[in-house]
C-alpha cells in the first residue's frame, strides 16, 4: 500500500509559539490529503482536507487561522498551529485517499502535539 | 446522531475469540471499515464491507453487518497478543475520496 510519513512524530513547543507538521505521501501522488485530530481516548475528527493547487477545506468549528494549511506539491502537506496554546495539545494524523475499489485511506504514523 | 458508537475497551484471553461491535450513523453509507491502531504506528486498514454485503471473512477475521439495525461487529478469531491494539470503526457516507467518520475505538487487550 501507499507510505504516508509525518514529521516530526512528537513536539513540545512553549504556549504562543507556532508549530509546522509535514505530511508525505511517498509512493503516490495525492491531490487530496485529510487532517484528523485525536484526543486521548477519543475518535479521529477530521479537520481540513488539504486540496493541492486550493485553498483548504475546513470542517464547522475549526479555525483556518489557527491552523494554516498548505498543499504545496502532489506529495506533501504541511498543518501549521499558530500561535499554539495547551489545549491545541493533540494528536494529529493525515490521510491520503487511494482511488479504488473500495478507496482505501493510507494514514501517517501521526504527530503528538504537546503545548506547554 | 452523528456519533459512530464503540464499546471503549474489551479483554480477552490469548486464543479465544474476541468480538468488537460498532453502530454507525447513516444507512446509505456505501463503505464500512476496521483499522487498527498500535502505539507509535499509523492506521491500518484491517478490513472493509460493501454496504450490499451481510459478512465478509479474511483468514482470522470476520465481518458481520445488519443494516438494518446499522450494525458492524469484527470478530477476531484465534487472538493473539500481538492483536493487543485500538480498533476503530469508520463509514464512508459520501462520494470515493472523501473523508471517513470514526467511532471512537475499543481497546483491546489480549492476556497471555
Known amino acids: 500500500g501507499a507510505v504516508v510519513s509525518q514529521h516530526p512524530s512528537w513536539v513540545i513547543c512553549k504556549s504562543g509559539t507556532s508549530v509546522k507538521i509535514e505530511c508525505r505521501s511517498l509512493?503516490?501522488?495525492?491531490?487530496?490529503m485529510f487532517w484528523y485530530r485525536q484526543f486521548p481516548k477519543q475518535s479521529l475528527m477530521l479537520m481540513a482536507t488539504?486540496?493541492?493547487?486550493?485553498?483548504?477545506?475546513?470542517e464547522q468549528g475549526v479555525e483556518k487561522d489557527k491552523f494554516l494549511i498548505n498543499h504545496a506539491s502532489l506529495t506533501l502537506s504541511t498543518l501549521t498551529v499558530t500561535s499554539a496554546h495547551p489545549e491545541d495539545s493533540s494528536f494529529y494524523i493525515c490521510?491520503?485517499?487511494?482511488?479504488?475499489?473500495?478507496?482505501?485511506?493510507?494514514f501517517g504514523p501521526g504527530t503528538r502535539l504537546t503545548v506547554l | 446522531g452523528e456519533d459512530v458508537e464503540q464499546s471503549l475497551f474489551l479483554s480477552v484471553r490469548e486464543g479465544d475469540s474476541s468480538v468488537i461491535n460498532c453502530t454507525y450513523t447513516?444507512?446509505?453509507?456505501?463503505?464500512l471499515y476496521w483499522y487498527k491502531q498500535e502505539p507509535g504506528a499509523g492506521l491500518q486498514l484491517l478490513t472493509y464491507?460493501?454496504?450490499?454485503?451481510d459478512m465478509k471473512q479474511d483468514q482470522r477475521l470476520t465481518v458481520l453487518l445488519n443494516k438494518k439495525d446499522k450494525h458492524l461487529s469484527l470478530r477476531i478469531a484465534d487472538t493473539q497478543t500481538g492483536d493487543s491494539a485500538i480498533y476503530f470503526c469508520?463509514?464512508?457516507?459520501?462520494?470515493?475520496?472523501?473523508?471517513?467518520?470514526f467511532g471512537k475505538g475499543t481497546t483491546l487487550s489480549v492476556s497471555s
Open positions: 490521510s491520503v485517499p487511494v482511488s479504488g475499489s473500495y478507496n482505501e485511506q493510507f
Open positions: 509512493d503516490f501522488q495525492a491531490t487530496t
Open positions: 488539504s486540496n493541492e493547487g486550493s485553498k483548504a477545506t475546513y
Open positions: 447513516d444507512s446509505s453509507s456505501t463503505y
Open positions: 464491507i460493501f454496504s450490499n454485503m
Open positions: 469508520a463509514e464512508r457516507k459520501d462520494q470515493a475520496g472523501t473523508a471517513l467518520i
